[in-house]
Antibody
Framework: EVQLVESGGGLVQPGGSLRLSCAASGFTFSGYWMHWVRQAPGKGLVWVSR????????SYADSVKGRFTISRDIAKDTLYLQMNSLRAEDTAVYYC???????????WGQGTLVTVSS | QSALTQPRSVSGSPGQSVTISCTGT?????????VSWYQQHPGKAPKLMIYDVSKRPSGVPDRFSGSKSGNTASLTISGLQAEDEADYYCCSYAGNYIYVFGTGTKVTVL
């Protein structure tokens, strides 16, 4: 059974940092592109970042470029999102998602809540 | 990277059909056949309903169908059922490995 389990969310002050993790199981992690998608409270889904299956190619939404870094550890079957210089507008539930094809997300984690507030 | 435009809400009675539009530009929806649709119930993770404009993953009822014309994609739910009441989001590839979601549509079953 495919499972994606996020962790690492919590309360952080503006300007602070946080690293999210997404533990994958039930499939060959190294064979899939992975993405992060976020959802602010009561708002819609927003694409955040994507990483190629080989980990060498990444892309980011303009709103997080230069502040967030996506990475993956094939040995640990884990996806990461390093978030620096956090702002109040980064407050959201962050989901990791597996891309079955070119941007269609067939499996999602349960999400982890990040709250940026003083 | 502007969000794709969806109607805020649509509604229908059980058994009826509803269609949700997703309007973008020639740089996203109109430029690629990589449009997907997601259903999200309150407090739950999204679920893939349609991918590559009109393909349905296994397990998704054939009441759900997708199409595209120009810069607008559409999701149609035929034979509306109570469990279809949820939020629906479109998503499109926008080039350069960038993706964009729609603003979301709340479907209400009357």
């Amino acid at each position: 059974e495919v499972q994606l389990v996020e962790s690492g969310g919590g309360l952080v002050q503006p300007g602070g940092s946080l690293r999210l993790s997404c533990a994958a199981s039930g499939f060959t992690f190294s064979g899939y592109w992975m993405h992060w998608v976020r959802q602010a409270p009561g708002k819609g889904l927003v694409w955040v970042s994507r990483i190629h299956s080989d980990g060498r190619s990444t892309s980011y939404a303009d709103s997080v470029k230069g502040r967030f870094t996506i990475s993956r550890d094939i040995a640990k079957d884990t996806l990461y999102l390093q978030m620096n210089s956090l702002r109040a507008e980064d407050t959201a539930v962050y989901y990791c998602a597996r891309a079955a094809g070119f941007g269609d997300y067939d499996y999602w984690g349960q999400g982890t809540l990040v709250t940026v507030s003083s | 990277q502007s969000a794709l435009t969806q109607p805020r809400s649509v509604s229908g009675s059980p058994g009826q059909s509803v269609t949700i539009s997703c309007t973008g530009t020639s740089s996203d929806v109109g430029g690629y056949n990589y449009v997907s649709w997601y259903q999200q119930h309150p407090g739950k993770a999204p679920k893939l309903m349609i991918y590559d404009v009109s393909k349905r993953p296994s397990g998704v009822p054939d009441r759900f169908s997708g199409s595209k014309s120009g810069n607008t994609a559409s999701l149609t739910i035929s034979g509306l059922q109570a469990e279809d009441e949820a939020d629906y989001y479109c998503c499109s590839y926008a080039g350069n490995y960038i993706y964009v979601f729609g603003t979301g549509t709340k479907v209400t079953v009357l």
